[in-house]
């Protein structure tokens, strides 16, 4: 062999994992010549997924009809159990061993039901890849998140470690993960949410794949970094001119990226057309409800919102009549000129979360606190229920100083206070049947014993809107939105004079949140208690709160009534997040992107 004649192992693609045998095996699978745009990628007729229980055949998916084009968008929506995931993972044989597809579904003229080994193996990830809900538990913690896009790579083609590299980085270049050369070694802990989920993306593009599955693929982010992922996607479909199936039951998202829609309930498609057509027109009643479900930016004070049944007039754009609040009476929540600090362990150094916070929510008010992740929110909600010390300032709650308080001290206060996690499948113990979960601080607190401890369970549960013989039920027997109905229930045992939310609706289907919201409005009202509703769904937050308060990197950044802060934010941060909300109209949701990139334009940042 010649000096001069170049190693393939060593030679890097021009395109993304472009190799000879490559270049052959597509060749045979795919047929001759390149996918153009509106091509037809993905035929499914008839497609059908089961899952084996108990002795018998359930349907999770029957009989789904689609086309799917080259650089279009296809959006995929419906509550959880409707199917929609189920059946795109059946796609590229990704169902649970008990599970089985049937019928049809050909990625250009290969059929994908029923193929098995090494013919699947090479489908994966070369033709279709898949964008996972959830990076973390979707990513290798051990492994760095460069080796992993190098991994990709090197497991469909021969490459050598440094051309495998390049292409990591290269890749990470194109997803806009900030330095990637010093990104490459981090693990997943180590990158935002936003990133992790960039991550995902550019090990998904590894191998330049013809269709794309994005299953809630910014569930789980900010407002702000969602808008970002979303422009990134956008931006993708047309350089790569993928065909991507959209997986969401965020109805914002979907008015931002797709060009057509699915609709799923309990199995099947209930409607099928363009995005105008199903957004402005759509003629099926779950699809009706399901639009009318979705929180609103900017409208959700209006009285024929079904999405919470809530029958108020905005006149002028004024905020739903909350319990009133007296002036004089003793706050609820004061926080002044608080610094709160998460301490230090080992070598590193206490780290302060929140810096001079001051904020008061007086008797029967809410007080929505947003922000993107790590800006501080859930640092004040965990201080507020003494889970978390003050550094410097003052803390009381129900004129009870809990500055300095001491475990002792804050037995009495523990009555006053309760908490709404964001996760109640992990809040609750998982040992316990729920009612001795909502039963404990009763047990604990005002000694409740037997058929009196009883009764006030079953009072909890009728508050809540769930039936008695559910007490005895187990956490993981219950879905999403009955473990949260649980969760409210045992924080309101006690009748706190202030209820700390922290992202109580965030992992729920729009559906599901209308009803949360609405059973959490009632309890609000006939209750009276005080919140601080923590969340980075500012049409929910509309929707409950008299004030709005704003943080950053820590710091409150602005605070005012709900209309103001809505209608004329006034510091920068504000109207960037307020413009990068996702609102279920594909139209004005394009206004609102351009109004976004200009003043992301004019402020001069990302």
Not at 242 to 261: F, K, N, P, W, Y
Request: aromatic fraction near 4%; hydrophobic fraction near 40%; charged fraction near 25%.
């Amino acid at each position: 062999m010649s000096q001069s004649a170049e190693n393939p192992a060593e030679k890097a693609p021009e395109t993304i994992g472009e190799t000879l045998q490559d270049a052959v095996r597509l060749s045979r699978q795919i047929g001759e010549g390149e996918i153009k745009h509106g091509d037809v990628v993905l035929e499914v007729r008839d497609l059908s997924v089961n899952f084996w229980v108990n002795g018998e055949w359930f349907a999770a998916a029957e009989n789904i009809n689609y086309e799917l084009h080259a650089g279009e968008v296809l959006a995929i929506v419906g509550e959880s159990g409707s199917g929609k995931t189920q059946s795109s993972m059946s796609l590229i044989g990704l169902l649970p061993a008990n599970g089985r597809a049937s019928g049809s579904a050909k990625l250009k003229g290969i059929e994908l039901i029923g193929l098995t080994g090494r013919e699947l193996q090479e489908i994966r990830g070369n033709e279709i890849a898949v964008i996972f809900q959830e990076p973390m538990t979707a990513l290798n913690p051990v492994y760095t998140v460069g080796f992993q896009i190098a991994e990709t790579l090197r497991a469909h083609y021969v490459m050598a470690p440094s051309v495998a590299k390049k292409r990591a980085l290269q890749l990470m270049e194109l997803v806009e993960i900030p330095e990637p050369a010093d990104s490459y070694d981090k693990f997943p802990h180590q990158l935002s949410g936003g990133q992790r989920q960039r991550i995902m993306i550019a090990q998904s593009l590894a191998c330049d794949p013809k269709m794309l599955i994005a299953d809630e693929p910014t569930t789980a982010l900010d407002v702000t970094v969602q808008a970002e992922i979303l422009k990134l996607m956008r931006e993708l479909r047309e350089r790569v001119d993928a065909a991507i199936i959209l997986i969401t039951h965020d109805m914002g998202v979907v008015a931002d990226l797709a060009d057509r829609i699915i609709v799923m309930k309990d199995g099947r498609v209930v409607e099928h057309g363009s995005s105008d057509e199903i957004f402005n027109r759509p003629q099926h009643p779950y699809t009706q409800s399901l639009l009318a479900a979705v929180p609103h930016l900017g409208q959700a004070l209006e009285d024929n919102n079904p999405a919470l049944k809530v029958s108020m007039i905005a006149e002028q754009g004024q905020t739903i009549p909350l319990a009133p609040g007296d002036p004089g009476a003793t706050a609820a929540l004061l926080m002044e000129s608080c610094s709160i600090d998460y301490p230090g362990q080992g070598r590193r150094k206490p780290f302060r979360a929140a810096h001079q916070i001051n904020l008061r929510i007086d008797p029967g008010r809410v007080v929505g606190l947003v922000g993107e992740s790590g800006s501080g929110k859930t640092t004040i909600g965990r201080a507020a229920v003494a889970l978390l010390p003050v550094a410097e300032g003052k803390l009381s709650v129900a004129g009870r100083d809990i500055t300095n308080a001491s475990n002792a001290d804050l037995l009495p206060f523990r009555r006053d206070v309760g908490i709404v996690f964001q996760d109640p499948g992990s809040s609750l113990n998982p040992r316990l049947p729920v009612g001795e979960s909502i039963g404990e601080p009763l047990f604990l607190h005002e000694k409740l014993r037997g058929r009196e401890l009883s009764n006030r369970v079953e009072e909890l549960l009728d508050s809540v809107e769930l039936p008695k013989a559910m007490r005895n039920r187990y956490p993981h027997e219950l879905s999403g939105g009955q473990r949260q109905r649980i969760g409210i229930a045992r924080a309101l045992a006690l009748e706190p004079k202030l209820l700390i939310a922290d992202e109580p609706t965030s992992a729920l289907d729009v559906s599901v949140q209308a009803n949360v919201l609405k059973l959490f409005y009632d309890l609000q009202e006939r209750y009276g208690f005080a919140c601080l509703f923590i969340s980075h769904d500012l049409a929910v937050v509309e929707m409950l709160s008299s004030q709005i308060a704003v943080m950053k990197d820590g710091h409150l950044v602005e605070i005012g009534p709900t209309p103001e802060i809505i209608n004329n934010p006034q510091h920068s941060y504000t109207q960037r997040l307020l413009a990068a909300v996702p609102v279920p109209d594909p139209d004005e949701q394009r206004k609102r992107r351009e109004l976004r990139d200009a003043i992301i334009a004019a402020q001069g940042v990302s």
